[in-house]
C-alpha cells in the first residue's frame, strides 16, 4: 500500500509477521511509518508500507468544525 496522505493521527491495520494490529501513526518516513499500537501488548513501533493493511484518515476539517464549536459555546 502506498503512504501518500498518510499523517500523524491516522489509524492503520497492519500485518507485521502475522501479527495484525490497528495503531496510531507517529510519524512517516520515507518508506515506513513510526506508529503507537493501540493494543499494549504489541511491541512493533515501525512498520513498513507493504505490512500496512488499512488506513483511517482523520477528519480534519470536521475536528476544527468541533473546536471551533466549542470555544464559541
Same mark, same amino acid.
Given at each position: 500500500?502506498?503512504?501518500?496522505?498518510?499523517?500523524?493521527?491516522?489509524?492503520?491495520?497492519?500485518?507485521?509477521?502475522? @501479527? $495484525?494490529? /490497528?495503531?496510531? &501513526?507517529?510519524? !512517516?518516513?520515507? #518508506?515506513?511509518?513510526?506508529?503507537?499500537?493501540?493494543?499494549? @501488548? $504489541?511491541? /512493533?513501533?515501525? &512498520?513498513?508500507? !507493504?505490512?500496512? #493493511?488499512?488506513?483511517?484518515?482523520?477528519?480534519?476539517?470536521?475536528?476544527?468544525?468541533?473546536?471551533?464549536?466549542?470555544?464559541?459555546?
Amino acid at each position: 500500500m502506498t503512504l501518500n496522505g498518510v499523517k500523524s493521527g491516522d489509524i492503520v491495520l497492519c500485518d507485521r509477521m502475522g @501479527r $495484525v494490529f /490497528y495503531a496510531i &501513526v507517529v510519524q !512517516r518516513h520515507e #518508506r515506513e511509518l513510526e506508529v503507537e499500537p493501540i493494543d499494549r @501488548r $504489541v511491541t /512493533y513501533r515501525r &512498520v513498513k508500507a !507493504r505490512e500496512v #493493511r488499512g488506513i483511517w484518515r482523520k477528519s480534519r476539517a470536521q475536528n476544527e468544525r468541533v473546536v471551533e464549536a466549542l470555544r464559541s459555546a
